[in-house]
């Protein structure tokens, strides 16, 4: 089945600066890839999503590239603010019809 | 429009105890799963299905049934509790997997 990793695991950025999270997935025939934001206590929530057919995807201050080749994808949060401290979950699809996470970043933006 | 709706919101239950969680969603979505959610190991897919009718086993599925009578509602149900199911359990909905899904609030569950 597919198989997700996720890195760093904790992710410490001062207030302005850029934060980067990286997944690589196993089953190459995936072809959906979002990422969801957990606050303490809350449920996850999409941020943003980006299928096997365009390479990048930008809203505002979130951007997530994807290489096919390569069997990776990543979250890129420019001018961090303390409001995207939380954890952040990278996930793929596979033909099975699972969605597979990763095991999550916790990203904390200090001041 | 209330998304995807989870009771209870938390249990407390003993060795060898059973119970139901249960899930609706409003939205009319045809693919629901549910997840737990353990420290340090992510969302971990329990079970899930793509229709009415239709269920399958994800990657931790021991000790855990699911039945899918209506679109709506997906109950999971623990057969008899034991101390590793302690955890937090999400149910989720989305109009397919490769679609955004919804997330309930989640089930805080405390086996002893």
Redesign the interface.
């Known amino acids: 089945g597919e198989n997700v990793e996720q890195h760093p695991s904790t992710l410490s950025v001062q207030e302005g600066d850029s934060a980067v999270i990286k997944c690589t997935y196993s089953d190459s025939a995936s072809n959906y890839f979002p990422w969801y934001k957990q606050e303490l206590g809350k449920r996850p929530q999409l941020i943003i999503d980006i299928r096997s057919n365009v390479g990048e995807k930008k809203d505002q201050r979130i951007a997530v590239t994807l290489n096919k080749t390569a069997k990776h994808f990543s979250l890129h949060i420019t001018e961090t603010q303390p409001e995207d401290s939380a954890v952040y979950f990278c996930a793929a699809t596979s033909t099975a019809s699972k969605l597979t996470f990763g095991t999550g970043t916790r990203l904390q933006v200090t001041l | 429009n209330a998304g995807v709706t989870q009771t209870p919101k938390f249990q407390v239950l003993k060795t060898g105890q059973s119970m139901t969680l249960q899930c609706a969603q409003d939205m009319n979505h045809e693919?629901m799963?549910w997840?737990r959610q353990d420290p340090?190991?992510?969302?971990?897919?329990i079970h899930?299905s793509?229709g009415a009718g239709i269920t399958?086993q994800?990657?931790v599925p021991n000790g855990y049934n699911v039945s899918r009578s209506t679109t709506e509602d997906f109950p999971l149900r623990l057969l008899s509790a034991a101390p590793s199911q302690t955890s937090v359990y999400?149910c989720a909905s989305g109009a397919g997997?490769?679609?955004?899904?919804?997330?309930?609030?989640?089930t805080r569950l405390s086996i002893l």
């Open positions: 693919y799963s997840y340090g190991m992510g969302l971990r897919l899930y793509v399958d994800g990657e999400f997997t490769n679609q955004p899904q919804h997330f309930g609030d989640g």
